[in-house]
């Protein structure tokens, strides 16, 4: 589609297009799927579970997003397992590979932790920082 040779109209047409369609298909990508999850708790309201658990926390919520970015565009064979609402407005992500895990839990008061199980290791957890975050997917990957 050459846009220098179509009239205005049709050239905005033909971008809006060519956008959602782009749009559509990051849905549809594992990143896309995860991420309008993450974001579409958003919607959750008190008591979403029926048995009285908050909200979802913004500042949770997008210190999730960040960390899924950051995963797939740095570690992009790392798998998230899955990612969920707590109780008490927390944001859990999970990672795993051959029979050990990482849970990413982000508190609604900016702390974030993790739990690490599996492998040859004691289950660890402790405070999360990004500055971790290489340490952490080297051990999930390690064969050892």
Same mark, same amino acid.
């Given at each position: ?38 974001? /579409? &708790?958003?919607?959750?309201?008190? #008591?979403?579970?029926? %048995?009285? @658990?908050?909200?979802?926390?913004? $500042?949770? +919520? ?7 970015? /950051? &995963?797939?565009?740095?570690?992009? #064979?790392?798998?998230? %397992?899955? @990612?969920?609402?707590?109780?008490? $407005?927390? +944001? ?26 599996? $492998? ?25």
């Amino acid at each position: 589609m050459d846009l220098k040779k179509m009239p205005v109209r049709e050239t905005r047409e033909a971008v809006s297009d060519t956008v959602q369609k782009t749009a559509a298909s990051m849905v549809e990508t594992a990143e896309g799927k995860l991420l309008d999850f993450l974001a /579409n &708790l958003r919607n959750l309201e008190t #008591d979403w579970d029926g %048995e009285g @658990a908050l909200k979802p926390d913004e $500042g949770a +919520i997008d210190d999730s997003i960040s960390l899924s970015r /950051n &995963l797939f565009s740095s570690y992009p #064979d790392t798998k998230i %397992e899955q @990612a969920c609402a707590g109780a008490v $407005g927390e +944001i859990v992500i999970e990672l795993r590979n051959d029979g050990k895990s990482v849970e990413f839990i982000f508190y609604p008061n900016k702390k974030w932790k993790y739990v690490s199980v599996g $492998g040859k290791k004691q289950p660890e957890q402790g405070i999360f920082e990004m500055s971790n975050l290489p340490k952490l997917i080297t051990w999930l990957n390690d064969k050892a």
